[in-house]
């Protein structure tokens, strides 16, 4: 069956430092993975996704994911954190082999907090 | 352009009622998916149209939860004879089909239902 796991379900983070938010995802074909950020009250946002080709994917505010085939991870990364950076993220997978349309996968969500 | 749009936004119902959700998804977009978002979790996919198909109706919880979607237009989730445990924020999201799953889905902000 097909899943993600975000391990953490907060991460810390001080204006400035770099941020990464962990997803790790099972599958049985090659995945399509994606990350989304929800702020307050509002509905999910889309950041970035990994089709194919090259593994580190740049998305928008400057985050970026990386992807490991042989850790089935996609983690999300940015090199300095802004406070508005702070909102819930959500990693998302697609069985590749799965016919178009298929409904995302998603995981539990990481609360991302930057302090200032 | 416009979004994906969703009213009401807030929906407070008493146990045992009825309620329609409405979803307008972006203008030609021919995919529209339905999930719900419980308190602290990920979102659970409900339901899947794709044009004029069958709709894919795997992940609704129960019979009291139906919805329609005439052509590559609005969308209607209806609950029936809700209960407490109902509540939830209901999101949508519509997608322009890929070959191969590649599309992104775009969420509309949601409906809050709160079930007394």
């Known amino acids: 069956a097909q899943s993600v796991a975000q391990p953490e379900d907060q991460v810390n983070v001080a204006e400035g430092n770099p941020l990464t938010v962990k997803c790790t995802y099972s599958?049985?074909?090659?995945?399509?993975l994606f990350w989304y950020v929800q702020y307050p009250n509002r509905g999910l946002q889309f950041l970035l996704k990994?089709?194919?080709?090259?593994?580190l994917v740049k998305g928008s505010y400057g985050f970026e994911a990386e992807f490991n085939k042989s850790q089935t991870s996609f983690h999300l990364k940015k090199p300095s954190a802004l406070v508005s950076d702070s909102a819930l993220y959500f990693c998302?997978?697609?069985?590749?082999?799965?016919?178009?349309?298929?409904?995302?996968?998603f995981g539990k969500g990481t609360t991302l907090s930057v302090s200032s | 352009g416009a979004g994906v749009s969703q009213s009401p936004s807030n929906k407070v119902t008493e146990k045992g009622k009825d309620v329609e959700l409405r979803c307008d998804p972006i203008?030609?977009?021919?995919?529209l998916y339905w999930y719900r978002q419980r308190l602290g979790q990920g979102l659970e996919f409900l339901i899947y149209?794709?044009?004029?198909?069958?709709?894919?109706k795997s992940g609704l919880p129960s019979d009291r939860f139906s919805a329609e979607r005439t052509g590559e237009s609005v969308s209607t989730l209806t609950i029936q004879r809700t209960q407490q445990e109902d509540s939830a924020v209901y999101l949508c999201?519509?997608?322009?089909?890929?070959?191969?799953?590649?599309?992104?889905?775009?969420f509309g902000p949601g409906t809050r239902l709160t079930v007394l």
């Open positions: 998302a997978v697609r069985d590749r082999t799965n016919q178009a349309g298929t409904a995302l996968i």
């Open positions: 599958v049985s074909g090659n995945p399509y």
């Open positions: 149209f794709q044009g004029n198909s069958a709709p894919d």
């Open positions: 990994y089709i194919t080709g090259d593994n």
């Open positions: 999201a519509s997608s322009l089909l890929l070959a191969g799953g590649r599309d992104t889905q775009y």
């Open positions: 203008s030609g977009h021919t995919a």
